[in-house]
């Protein structure tokens, strides 16, 4: 076999060795922690600011991993604890509001920022990519949460999720049906939008080539189409309050080492790997909390369709449409905004 041929042969795999070789574990990753000097911080612009006498506390995973929390207890006689759960590449600064109008509802929050994302610990040593090892993580990291904070805040316990919070909130609500009163997620993550790439693809396709991509050495490479964060394309189509995009837009361009691109290969592996477990009805069928899902028409990110399907499935879902809502119901324009708080109020008290 002559020289030529042998180095063809073995180029295939020695490539692959070598993207192998550039992956980070997440031990190598908390050595590039360039954020565990602000985590203790609450950070603020002219336009975000959150409420005042938020308690700051970073909690540990068995990996190393800090998490990064904030409580707040209301002026009067709390009515109860909500634990709220985040969407992809947030923080817990952009909630201001919600946090606000909970409070205002003498309810006490705790939220936390998840692994990879806002002030707690990233995966990876690129702190911009959306990147997951599994969505198990992340119900682990809220059951930390659990644990260590919520179990010894004001009763009843409520759990609210956007997005992607609100799809770790259903698998939550599956895992532990009796752990909380009462759940309302917004826009939950239980389907890609046909604009996205896994979208357009059946799910084992998805899966198949995502796998493929992570064999390859590519798992912690941004997916096809995503791209480091570039701000018009990051927030665009999430919602239609002009003024609440571009308050975020400031805040970006204030604390840009919390800002965020697309996802990893293995993200879209994982998140698709989860959207299959969440989705059997056996699992659905465990679920004992009455549950609250805000469904915007509009949406872009995930499917409406999606929210339609599992609510018929559920009888303790009780859907509600917003016609002219975007994917970010929390953040829209103020008489989108008012109808889903009354909607919040019926539903919760």
């Known amino acids: 076999m002559s020289l030529v041929l042998l180095f063809f042969m073995l180029a295939p795999l020695l490539i692959v ?7 980070h574990s997440v031990k190598e990753a908390l050595q590039f922690d360039t954020l565990a000097n ?11 600011e959150l409420p005042k006498k938020g308690k700051v506390t970073i909690l540990e995973t068995p990996e190393g991993i800090e998490i990064r929390t904030i409580q707040w207890l209301p002026n009067a006689s709390p009515k109860g604890t909500v634990l709220l759960l985040q969407g992809y590449s947030e923080f817990i600064e952009k909630y201001d509001e919600v946090i606000q109008h909970l409070l205002d509802r003498q309810l006490a929050v705790l939220t936390f920022d998840w692994r990879g994302q806002g002030l707690s610990s990233r995966l990876i040593k690129d702190p911009q990519k959306g990147h997951i090892t599994s969505f198990a993580d992340f119900v682990q990291d809220a059951d930390i949460v659990h644990q260590q904070l919520l179990s010894a805040m004001p009763t009843p316990h409520f759990l609210m999720g956007h997005s992607m919070g609100g799809h770790v909130a259903f698998r939550i ?8 009163q009462k759940a309302i997620l917004c826009a939950p993550f239980l389907g890609w939008s046909p604009n996205f790439g896994a979208g357009k ?23 096809y189409g995503a791209t ?5 394309k990051t927030l665009s189509g999430q919602t239609s309050d002009l003024v609440r995009f571009q308050k975020r837009v400031e805040f970006y361009k204030k604390e840009p080492h919390i800002l965020m691109g697309g996802p990893t290969w293995n993200w879209i592996l994982e998140s698709t790997k989860s959207l299959q477990i969440l989705l059997q009805k056996e699992r659905i069928d465990y679920i004992e909390t009455p549950i609250l899902l805000a469904s915007g028409a509009k949406d872009g990110m995930v499917s409406p369709q999606a929210h339609h399907e599992v609510a018929a499935t559920c009888d303790k879902i009780t859907l509600h449409d917003f016609p002219e809502a975007m994917h970010e119901i929390l953040m829209e324009k103020d008489h989108i905004q008012a109808e889903f708080w009354r909607v919040f109020d019926e ?3």
């Open 173 to 180: 609500l599956q895992e532990y049906p009796n752990r909380f």
């Open 201 to 223: 693809l059946p799910p084992t396709a998805t899966l198949l080539i995502a796998s493929f991509m992570k064999v390859l050495g590519f798992g912690q490479d941004y997916t």
């Open 17 to 23: 060795a070598y993207n192998h070789s550039q992956q």
């Open 38 to 48: 602000k985590r203790n911080q609450i950070l603020s612009t002219t336009d975000t």
């Open 228 to 232: 480091p964060p570039y701000l018009t």
């Open 347 to 349: 539903f919760l008290f």
